[in-house]
């Protein structure tokens, strides 16, 4: 692996990590100050580091004692330059204080990242989940 998807790597475990441990700041430190997300929750898009770091922070605080387990699935990396993407699979699972599954979502996954400046950020992440045609409902 060539040093630029070997840090976008490590970004995508410092996500895991975050995410477990609930902490914001290591969260948001992963994305540039004009980062674009498209979500699959809540707000149809976000814009700048400002209300993302705001939405992230009310799903932390919307998990109260439980903690999210995040895996990727066939994640692949590609970089050149000071560019790269990342695309694949995370599963999300809310785990009790003593470990127990409660529930869990797969989404796609996508990051677009740039070396900006020295240092690598996300500057645009799209996640989203299939739709049943039927029922309208998302798929997992």
Do not use: Q
Request: hydrophobic share 40%.
């Amino acid at each position: 692996m060539n040093d630029s998807r070997e840090v976008i790597a490590g970004m995508l475990e410092r996500y895991k990590v975050a995410c477990f441990s609930k902490d914001i700041d290591a969260f948001a430190e992963l994305y540039d100050a004009n980062v674009r997300i498209f979500d699959a929750w809540g707000d149809w898009s976000c814009e700048g580091l400002g209300p993302w770091r705001k939405s992230a922070k009310a799903w932390f605080d919307s998990l109260a004692n439980e903690r999210v387990l995040v895996v990727a699935e066939r994640m692949e990396i590609s970089a050149s330059g000071d560019f790269g993407v990342a695309h694949g699979f995370m599963v999300y699972t809310a785990v009790s204080e003593s470990g127990a599954e409660l529930r869990s979502t797969r989404n796609r996954f996508t990051w677009t990242v740039e070396k900006r400046s020295g240092t690598w950020k996300v500057v645009h992440e799209h996640t989203s989940l299939p739709l049943d045609l039927k029922t309208k409902t998302a798929l997992r």
